[in-house]
């Protein structure tokens, strides 16, 4: 057989379950390029190294003496350090865009001025400003509430919304904060879904619909997180998304994707769309240039097709004759996280796991010890349920993260049938 080297850039729950799918692959032999030791990574490569992720002429040399065909890129940073660009030049093949076309992860106001150049639905009404003083003077002029988002790469947590977080003296204070680009933007009220694709520059194949729970307490409280959890359902769909509006979020995906490729910067890689379902349908939140953290989790495990065609799929702008799969079963993927997090979270502290039953564990930001792990800054492992419903998947979810031992918490409420039923009925109110 003949074999391909893959290698993972990330040190993420995220690239955990992607460096399992490859292993899983027939011919797939896995290295990784990580900032961190992540366990479960490097008990899956051959070899691996330590390194920071945007740190690219250092990976691509280790391309070099290993040999790697492929590279797959977890976490968006590289991405917008041009470590595809590199590789690409050196022969190796990547999931993952190019610098040019990650920006619409990486520049918010590309984004937003891309769909607006091409007419693409779903889009806000935003103002981008460059100067402070204007973007202060404009919300001091208004009643509207907005979400105020710094241009550039924030991990998720540099949005605040008007309403929400701030008033209108914390929305100028947090304006002031940024102290550089703002883009400030509709708010929109619905409820919201990841709609993430593999996409080959020109063909766009989706998967499964995923829920992800960015506030760091249960009932939606407290600060965004990276995400605290996610869960998919058993018929890839979300209840309170319509056929019609999976319809809308897939051909936004597509316009996006054909807008891309006009404009001489083809996307190939995973693109991930953050929908807010509203009253007129899904609007977009963001596009990330990736797969979500923790949402790669859920998908991934259900993957029963091979990644490694996947990535030749991808790679070589044939994903419309590559057999994609995912099993019809319901997901829910808990993330154990350090008390505190993420403002003060405890690191350092030792934790030890417990009976996980079917439960799978994907490793994230933590020191292996022996069979003790040490909480680190960062989200710690997550473990993700697999059932024929989502009840059945939330219980092995739940009663494997319960059982850990230590100073970590985790969301009980993520993927339970009361918080489905709350977006079911909030999307109701709002019809
Ligand atoms: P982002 O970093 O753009 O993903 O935003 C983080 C979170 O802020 C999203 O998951 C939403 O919950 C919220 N958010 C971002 N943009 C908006 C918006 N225009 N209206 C309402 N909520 C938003
Ligand atoms: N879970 C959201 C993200 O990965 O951006």
């Given at each position: 057989?003949?074999?391909?080297?893959?290698?993972?850039?990330?040190?993420g729950?995220?690239?955990?379950?992607?460096?399992?799918?490859?292993?899983?692959?027939?011919?797939v032999?896995?290295?990784?390029?990580m900032?961190?030791?992540?366990?479960?990574?490097?008990?899956?490569?051959?070899?691996?190294?330590?390194?920071?992720?945007?740190?690219?002429?250092?990976?691509?040399?280790?391309?070099?003496?290993?040999?790697?065909?492929?590279?797959?890129?977890?976490?968006?940073?590289?991405?917008?350090?041009?470590?595809?660009?590199?590789?690409?030049s050196?022969?190796?093949?990547?999931?993952?865009?190019?610098k040019?076309?990650?920006?619409?992860?990486?520049?918010k106001?590309?984004?937003?001025?891309?769909?607006k150049?091409?007419?693409?639905?779903?889009?806000?009404?935003?103002?981008?400003?460059?100067?402070?003083?204007?973007?202060?003077?404009?919300?001091?002029?208004?009643?509207?509430?907005?979400?105020?988002?710094?241009?550039?790469?924030?991990?998720?947590?540099?949005?605040?919304?008007?309403g929400?977080?701030?008033?209108?003296?914390?929305?100028?204070?947090?304006?002031?904060?940024?102290?550089?680009?703002?883009?400030?933007?509709?708010?929109?009220?619905?409820?919201?879904?990841?709609?993430?694709?593999?996409v080959?520059?020109?063909?766009?194949?989706?998967?499964?619909?995923?829920?992800?729970?960015?506030?760091?307490?249960?009932?939606?409280?407290?600060?965004?997180?990276?995400?605290?959890?996610?869960?998919?359902?058993a018929?890839?769909?979300?209840?309170?998304?319509?056929?019609?509006?999976?319809?809308?979020?897939?051909?936004?995906?597509?316009?996006?994707?054909?807008a891309?490729?006009?404009?001489?910067?083809?996307?190939?890689?995973?693109?991930?769309?953050?929908?807010?379902?509203?009253?007129?349908?899904?609007?977009?939140?963001?596009?990330?240039?990736r797969?979500?953290?923790?949402?790669a989790m859920?998908?991934?495990?259900?993957?029963?097709?091979?990644?490694?065609?996947?990535?030749?799929?991808?790679?070589?702008?044939?994903?419309?004759t590559?057999?994609?799969?995912?099993?019809?079963?319901?997901?829910?993927?808990?993330?154990?996280?350090p008390?505190?997090?993420?403002?003060?979270?405890?690191?350092?502290?030792?934790?030890?796991?417990?009976?996980?039953?079917?439960?799978l564990?994907?490793?994230?930001?933590v020191?292996?010890?022996?069979?003790?792990?040490?909480t680190?800054?960062?989200?710690?492992?997550?473990?993700?349920?697999?059932?024929?419903?989502?009840?059945?998947?939330?219980?092995?979810?739940?009663?494997?993260?319960?059982?850990?031992?230590?100073?970590?918490?985790?969301?009980?409420?993520?993927?339970?049938?009361?918080?489905?039923?709350?977006?079911?009925?909030?999307?109701?109110?709002?019809?």
């Open positions: 057989m003949i074999t391909m080297k893959v290698l993972v850039v990330g040190s729950g995220r690239e955990h379950a992607i460096a399992q799918a490859l292993a899983k692959s027939r011919g032999v896995v290295y990784a390029a900032s961190r030791l992540n366990p479960g990574i490097a008990s899956l490569s051959a070899d691996h190294l330590i390194i920071r992720e945007t740190a690219v002429q250092e990976i691509a040399t280790f391309c070099s003496t290993h040999n790697i065909d492929y590279a797959f890129i977890g976490p968006e940073a590289p991405l917008e350090a041009g470590i595809v660009d590199l590789l690409e050196q022969g190796v093949k990547c999931v993952g865009p190019v040019a076309a990650a920006r619409i992860e990486t520049d106001a590309f984004c937003r001025d891309l769909m150049r091409h007419s693409i639905p779903g889009l806000p009404e935003y103002y981008i400003f460059r100067d402070t003083e204007k973007a202060i003077a404009f919300l001091k002029t208004t009643d509207k509430e907005y979400a105020i988002k710094p241009i550039g790469l924030t991990g998720g947590k540099g949005v605040r919304i008007m929400e977080h701030v008033d209108l003296d914390g929305a100028c204070t947090y304006v002031r904060e940024i102290n550089g680009e703002v883009v400030i933007e509709e708010r929109f009220i619905g409820e919201e879904f990841t709609l993430q694709a593999f080959d520059g020109t063909h766009l194949i989706p998967m499964p619909l995923v829920q992800d729970h960015k506030r760091a307490f249960e009932g939606d409280t407290g600060p965004n997180t990276g995400g605290m959890g996610s869960y998919t359902l018929d890839h769909r979300m209840p309170f998304v319509t056929e019609e509006e999976y319809d809308q979020a897939l051909s936004i995906m597509n316009l996006v994707v054909k891309l490729a006009s404009e001489g910067t083809p996307y190939c890689g995973i693109l991930y769309g953050q929908f807010m379902n509203t009253a007129k349908g899904p609007m977009v939140i963001e596009f990330n240039a797969f979500g953290d923790p949402e859920n998908v991934l495990s259900l993957l029963s097709s091979d990644m490694g065609d996947i990535v030749k799929g991808i790679t070589s702008g044939c994903l419309d590559t057999i994609i799969t995912f099993d019809n079963k319901a997901t829910v993927c808990k993330y154990i996280v008390e505190g997090y993420p403002d003060a979270p405890q690191s350092g502290k030792y934790i030890r796991k417990g009976e996980s039953g079917t439960a564990l994907y490793y994230a930001s020191i292996a010890d022996d069979d003790r792990l040490i680190q800054s960062s989200r710690t492992m997550a473990y993700v349920g697999i059932g024929d419903t989502l009840k059945q998947a939330e219980q092995i979810a739940e009663t494997a993260s319960a059982a850990v031992e230590g100073p970590v918490r985790h969301r009980r409420d993520v993927g339970t049938e009361e918080v489905l039923n709350k977006r079911i009925k909030h999307m109701q109110e709002l019809r």
